[in-house]
């Protein structure tokens, strides 16, 4: 069986340069040890920082496009389709071939100038912090949307990562307004706690058109913080987002909140009740590296709505792709391939 690309994902195509580091370094570069960021000009020396005095993983990353490879990895074939932008060098070759191993069709815009974007990934003990050069994901624009209008039209559900905030509003709001006027899904992940704080005009301008959204704990606090709430209570924050305005009468809100092992809460528009799903028990020894863990959870999530199932099932199937990503390195999924 081969699929119709029903899903499109959009946001920043992305190498990640993963190093076990130390304080110092996090230090060096003013880093917080578990965090995601945009790099500013001071840390732009940390890349080559990595390489010369670091053993580092060269990984496929970028969140939505984790997402939208966890996605394809459990539907059948030409089942999922993501966009972005990235150089014309190796790094983006080697996206490619990530992307190949597990039959997801990437339509690249290709810059002339920027190099493909990069993600310094820092790991002490548990944390992991985050620093990220956009350079070519950047010049990602509503044009380049525009020219693969095709398989927009195509597609049934469209997946955007919130870090695409960051680059092109115009973009996200095409996919956002599609969706609505065409009935489709239009499902937004949080991404960060960033994103709530510093984008939050940007973001607050998806809101009415958001079908499903996706985020963690911290970045729920984040939107409540910014939003004035006044609580960190999660299934109130997600009560909150699931009943705030809405564009498509035609379909309920459903707020998804991962909270790493304890249970994802979900809140539904209209309902008084706040759910809660346990996760996927993985042990101690079984985990290899949770770079990923939350996208691979939006990849499940997706393949479980593409396949038509129930909510329950939608988030019992994003728990058991993370836990197969977390025993992975980077944000990758196992091969030969498990079936769910
Ligand atoms: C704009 N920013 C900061 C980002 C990212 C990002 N993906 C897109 N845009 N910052 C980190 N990531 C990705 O998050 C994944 C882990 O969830 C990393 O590339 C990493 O693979």
Redesign the pocket.
């Known amino acids: 069986m081969s699929g119709q690309y029903e899903i499109l994902c959009l946001?920043?195509p992305?190498l990640?340069i993963q190093a076990v580091g130390d304080e110092k370094l996090l230090q060096k570069y003013g880093l917080k040890s578990n965090d995601?960021?945009?790099a500013e000009e001071k840390h732009m020396g940390l890349y080559e920082d990595l390489f010369q005095n670091y053993k580092v993983d060269l990984?496929a990353?970028?969140?939505?496009q984790?997402t939208a490879r966890g996605a394809q990895y459990v539907l059948p074939a030409d089942s999922v389709v993501f966009v972005g932008c990235v150089g014309k060098d190796k790094y983006a070759e080697k996206l490619v071939e990530a992307n190949k191993k597990v039959g997801l069709r990437a339509v690249y815009r290709y810059d002339e100038e920027q190099p493909t974007g990069r993600?310094g990934?820092i790991i002490t003990g548990h944390d992991r912090s985050?620093c990220?050069d956009?350079a070519a994901?950047n010049c990602y624009k509503v044009e380049h949307l525009k020219e693969n209008w095709d398989l927009v039209k195509q597609a049934k559900i469209y997946f955007v990562?919130g870090?695409h905030l960051?680059v092109s509003v115009p973009a996200i709001m095409a996919l956002a307004e599609e969706a609505a006027a065409e009935n489709k899904v239009f499902m937004l992940s949080l991404?960060?706690p960033f994103i709530p704080q510093f984008f939050k005009d940007q973001l607050d301008q998806t809101s009415p058109y958001w079908d499903y959204v996706v985020g963690n704990e911290t970045e729920a606090r984040s939107f409540a913080a910014s939003h004035d709430l006044n609580t960190e209570d999660i299934p109130t924050i997600a009560k909150h987002m699931a009943n705030l305005p809405k564009k498509n009468t035609q379909r309920k809100r459903t707020v998804i909140i991962t909270q790493g092992t304890e249970p994802t809460v979900i809140a539904i528009q209209g309902e008084d009740d706040v759910k809660s799903f346990p996760v996927h028990v993985i042990g101690k020894d079984e985990i290899a590296d949770t770079?990923?863990a939350?996208?691979a959870f939006a990849g499940g999530f997706l393949a479980g709505m593409a396949k038509g199932e129930s909510i329950e099932k939608c988030v019992d199937m994003g728990s058991w792709l993370a836990k197969l990503s977390i025993k992975e390195l980077g944000?990758a999924y196992p091969f030969p391939k498990q079936t769910y």
């Not at 990353?61 to 939505?64: E, L, S, T, W």
């Open positions: 946001e920043n992305l990640d995601a960021i945009l990984n990353g970028g969140a939505a984790n993600c990934v985050m990220t956009l994901a990562g870090y960051t991404s960060a770079t990923g939350g996208d944000p």
